[in-house]
């Protein structure tokens, strides 16, 4: 409801890999990663690539157990790129879209060396 989305379904793939993460973060980061990800979503469906889990995880070993672990650096700066995009390139919208400030917004795109053209046509 907040960001103006209905999602009505969540693949399996998604579902099993969100049971399989250990969520470091807590409830938080669970919630900020569903937040992306539906900001991410261009259907009311979220699927794996909407959370970039083929993209950014990767398996780490540890004595008693594997599990998943996403690189947030990728996902954020993924989130910033299709928010922009989202937004017609208005950094204002995008920010609102991200649920951040304009100014953290413009921290993130120089710390992630993002450039925007604006295509017209």
């Known amino acids: 409801k907040k960001m103006n989305k209905k999602i ?14 250990s969520f470091p ?4 980061e669970l919630r900020n990663m569903v937040e992306r990800a539906i ?11 909407d959370f970039q889990i083929d993209k950014v ?3 780490i070993s540890h004595p008693n157990n594997n599990f998943e672990v996403l690189d947030l650096n990728v996902l ?6 299709k928010a922009i995009h989202q937004a017609n390139f208005n950094k204002s919208a995008a920010a609102k879209l991200l649920n951040i400030s304009f100014q953290a917004l413009d921290r993130r795109i120089k710390k992630y060396k993002l450039v925007f053209e604006k295509r017209l046509g």
């Not at 900001?39 to 690539?49: E, F, N, T, Y």
């Open 76 to 81: 954020e700066r993924n989130a910033i790129i």
């Open 57 to 59: 995880s990767k398996k």
């Open 25 to 28: 973060g807590n409830v938080r």
């Open 8 to 21: 009505t379904r969540i693949d399996k793939e998604v579902i099993d890999t969100l049971m399989d993460y």
């Open 39 to 49: 900001i991410l979503s261009d259907s009311g469906r979220l699927s794996a690539d």
